[in-house]
Nanobody
Framework: QVQLVESGGGLVEDGASLRLSCVAS????????MGWFRQAPGKEREFVAV????????IYLDSVKGRFTISRDSAKNTVSLQMNSLKPEDTAVYYC???????????????????WGQGTQVTVSS
């Protein structure tokens, strides 16, 4: 089993920054890929970013490229999401996810992830 604990959400103004963090505990082989998804009210869960233990180039949702940066400390089994230039449309519950697959074509699909955090609310006011 893998447990994921997120932190760092909050209420900020348009253009501000936030940093989300996620700590994983448990079986490290199950966390080859660690990433972030988000879900706004009335919408489906959406892929945001993912990083792989192999060091392959991170993958980002097009609308966050250049604003969000995902990073990973494999020794500590943590993943962070630095979010700059936040917009009201970034408002959502953000979830940390971990899974064993590292196949790029699968990594944007929530079904590829075996473990999920409890979610942290990010609200961006206009």
């Amino acid at each position: 089993q893998v447990q994921l604990v997120e932190s760092g959400g909050g209420l900020v103004e348009d253009g501000a920054s936030l940093r989300l963090s996620c700590v994983a505990s448990g079986r490290s082989f199950s966390t080859s890929a660690m990433g972030w998804f988000r879900q706004a009210p009335g919408k489906e869960r959406e892929f945001v970013a993912v990083t792989r233990r192999s060091g392959a180039v991170p993958i980002y949702l097009d609308s966050v490229k250049g604003r969000f940066t995902i990073s990973r400390d494999s020794a500590k089994n943590t993943v962070s999401l630095q979010m700059n230039s936040l917009k009201p449309e970034d408002t959502a519950v953000y979830y940390c996810a971990a899974g064993p697959t590292t196949i790029s074509s699968q990594l944007t699909n929530p079904g590829a992830y075996s473990y999920w955090g409890q979610g942290t609310q990010v609200t961006v006011s206009s």
